[in-house]
């Protein structure tokens, strides 16, 4: 029996991707799935927002979505970040991301 992605949640209106971002890392790439969190490595450093704008970037390319489609709803200066896909199922996430 497969463990709960308890790193991605559900709603009416899309979904919610709790995600472990590690700044400055020597390419943006997916590091895989963990019970708490999706682990991104981001090349971006964490100065002026600028980690938070190439992970929206990097998921809005990754799901064929417009960069203004995803957006942090909160941990804007911390290393653990919810963000918010609108329109697109946890399922359909999950595939896009290839996880």
Known sequence: MRAPLSWIA??????TLTIKATPRASRTEIAGAEAGWLRVRL?????DGRANEA????LAEKLDLPRRAVFVLAGETGRIKKVHIPGLSADTVRAKLGI
């Open 43 to 47: 090349q971006a450093p964490p100065v």
């Open 55 to 58: 992970l929206t970037e990097f």
């Open 10 to 15: 559900g709603s009416p209106d899309g979904c």
